[in-house]
């Protein structure tokens, strides 16, 4: 089963705000090991776009440093689970720690009801 991941970012490192990234890496995930990788840049940020963009990549999974309520409840409605908290590190390596159940999460870094 192919599994696909989100992690906001900035260069390959993660940005601590889901809505403010320069792009989105993408891991396409098959039996717990990365077979393909992509860098994706969003549309431009409104309120409401990125949930819905994710949503359409095909995305099961987004690992995010923060996000807000609004845009963390839209991809709970689309299915999606949301890690949050996660410290700054590079974006594979960020998954490659979900991949092996060592992914340290916290915190949502955002206070943004919107």
């Known amino acids: 089963m192919s599994t696909k991941i989100a992690v ?5 490192k993660l940005c601590s705000h889901f809505g403010h990234c320069q792009s989105f890496y993408i891991a396409e995930v098959e039996n717990g090991k990365i077979v393909n990788e992509t860098t994706v840049t969003p549309p431009a940020h409104e309120p409401g776009v990125f949930p819905k963009w994710v949503s ?3 995305i099961n999974t987004v690992i995010a440093g923060g996000m807000g309520e609004k845009a963390k409840d839209m991809l709970s409605t689309y299915k999606i689970d949301v890690h949050l908290g996660v410290p700054t590190k590079a974006t594979r390596e960020l998954v490659e720690d979900y991949l092996n159940d060592t992914l340290v999460t916290g915190k949502n870094n955002c206070d943004h009801k919107h």
């Open 8 to 12: 906001p970012a900035e260069g390959n």
């Open 56 to 58: 359409e990549q095909g």
